[in-house]
């Protein structure tokens, strides 16, 4: 089964720049959407189809996605950005599965 | 506003069933497939079980196949999980969310919506 692999945890400054990971086998050929969650609040969407934001996101949140790593960047950090953040993709064209990263928890310093 | 809450969660014993409900409003909720996922005490999120639009299509995780079921009312604008034979594993959050597609025929793309969740947990 397909796997999506994060690092525990990111840790940047207010004001720097955060980048979160999301490795995948040939990841790049996915569709890769990343989630916000919140300590005791649902998962929200901030990126989608790689690149695309919903609207209501702001434009500090952005991602790419290449060879065997996708990518969540988030420019001008917020204390309020403060959250752990998921990759997911689906994950087979043989039998229908979704697939989740492990998580990143976010930390404002 | 699109909205999405989730009802029917509590504490049960092993072994034991439950039913879920996920009440739709702001959209046509008919008009799209519809996700289940869970998410144990301090852990991530773990992929349930999809649904088309109209129902003629549905996945579950391996997981949860032949235990749980899922279904959709779209008079009631409603979604249902029914869970069978409950195990200790089963404890999580479980949340509805509302994908951006129709039917489910490869990708369903993101999860746009999601609700606040209703806590299940299987413990004797």
């Known amino acids: 089964s397909y796997v999506l692999t994060q690092s525990p945890s990111v840790s940047v400054a207010p004001g720097q720049t955060a980048i979160i990971s999301c490795g995948g086998n040939n990841i790049g050929s996915k569709s890769v959407h990343w989630y916000q969650q919140k300590p005791g609040q649902a998962p929200v969407l901030v990126v989608y189809d790689d690149t695309d934001r919903p609207s209501g996101i702001p434009e500090r949140f952005s991602g790419s996605n290449s060879g065997n790593t996708a990518t969540l960047t988030i420019s001008r950090v917020e204390a309020g950005d403060e959250a752990e953040y998921y990759c997911?993709?689906?994950?087979?064209?043989?039998?229908?599965?979704?697939?989740f990263g492990g998580g990143t928890k976010l930390t404002v310093l | 506003q699109v909205h999405l809450v989730e009802s029917g969660g509590g504490v049960v014993q092993p072994g034991t069933s439950l039913r879920l409900s996920c009440a739709a409003s702001?959209?046509?909720?008919?008009?799209?497939?519809m996700q289940w996922v869970r998410q144990a005490p301090g852990k991530g999120l773990d992929w349930v079980a999809v649904?088309?639009?109209?129902?003629?299509?549905?996945h579950y995780a391996d997981s949860v196949t032949g235990r749980f079921i899922v279904s959709r009312d779209n008079s009631k604008n409603t979604l249902y999980l029914q869970m069978d034979s409950l195990r200790a594993d089963d404890t999580a959050i479980y949340y509805c969310a509302k994908t951006k597609t129709r039917a489910v025929a490869g990708t369903v793309g993101s999860f746009d919506v999601w609700g606040q969740g209703t806590l299940v947990t299987v413990s004797s």
């Open positions: 649904i088309a639009y109209d129902g003629s299509n549905i």
């Open positions: 702001g959209f046509s909720f008919r008009s799209y497939a």
């Open positions: 997911h993709v689906w994950g087979s064209s043989s039998d229908y599965r979704e697939v």
